[in-house]
């Protein structure tokens, strides 16, 4: 099980200005690579682990595509179908998060930089971050909600699928796991700055949950994958 984390304060040291930026889809993996270890604000911690999600469930569609239309594989054909077209969605899904991370985090500093001279004007600066800090909670834990469909995916496929492409199955699997932890971070970060306690507690919870239940997945396809056994077709309606 996760262990929970404690969130913590974000660093006013990181409130720099956010520029406009072009989707990360439309960079070659290079480019994204140098934006992410420059200085720049974004690409950041979030996308990074949206981009993570995104490889590992082109990994769980490339191995049901290499299973689709084999024999030997054909009583779990349906399974080979759904998940081509499952993965392939959430890899898309995750990218639209990365972007998605980058424009969150680029209100959180917009709000940062409001003006607080007068009481009206901390007001109104105290409420603009408590927004943007709701959306930046918000996005990377739809990235966590996302790794969970990945990894379960994954887990059917485990044992049901063309085993010369078994291992990739536990790449996808480790990836999801890391996507999942690192996204979670950036949910736990932005906790304090939505100043609602029921509301932070309840998303904390929720968001370990649902990385137990990743580990969880994860292990088990590992285990199918490494012990190379054939597993039944799944029965309609489970997992």
Known sequence: ?????????????????????PRFRDLTVGAFVDRLA?????????????VAGSLAAALVAMVAALSEGRP???EHMALHAEAAGSAR???DQF?????????????????????????????????????????ASDVPYRTVEACLEVVALA??????????ASSDLEVAALLAVAASRAA?????????????EAASRELLAATDRLVSD?????????????????????????G
């Open 95 to 135: 990218l639209f998060l990365a972007d998605e991370d980058a424009e969150a985090y680029a209100g959180f500093g917009a709000a940062m930089r409001l003006p607080r001279e007068s009481d009206l004007e901390r007001e109104a600066r105290g409420a603009a971050i408590r927004q943007a800090a709701r959306s």
């Open 38 to 50: 420059s200085a720049e604000p974004v690409p950041g911690g979030g996308s990074a682990a949206a």
């Open 214 to 238: 990743i580990d969880k997945l994860a292990s088990q396809a590992r285990e199918t994958v490494r012990s190379g056994a054939a597993r039944p077709p799944l029965e309609a309606g489970r």
């Open 155 to 164: 887990e059917a496929l485990a044992g049901r699928s063309n085993r010369n």
């Open 89 to 91: 969605a959430l890899a």
């Open 72 to 74: 030997k594989y054909a």
């Open 184 to 196: 979670a971070a950036n949910v736990y970060v932005n906790l304090p700055s939505i100043e609602d």
């Open 1 to 21: 099980m996760a262990a929970p984390v404690t969130p913590i304060a974000r660093s006013r040291s990181y409130n720099l200005r956010v520029e406009p930026s």
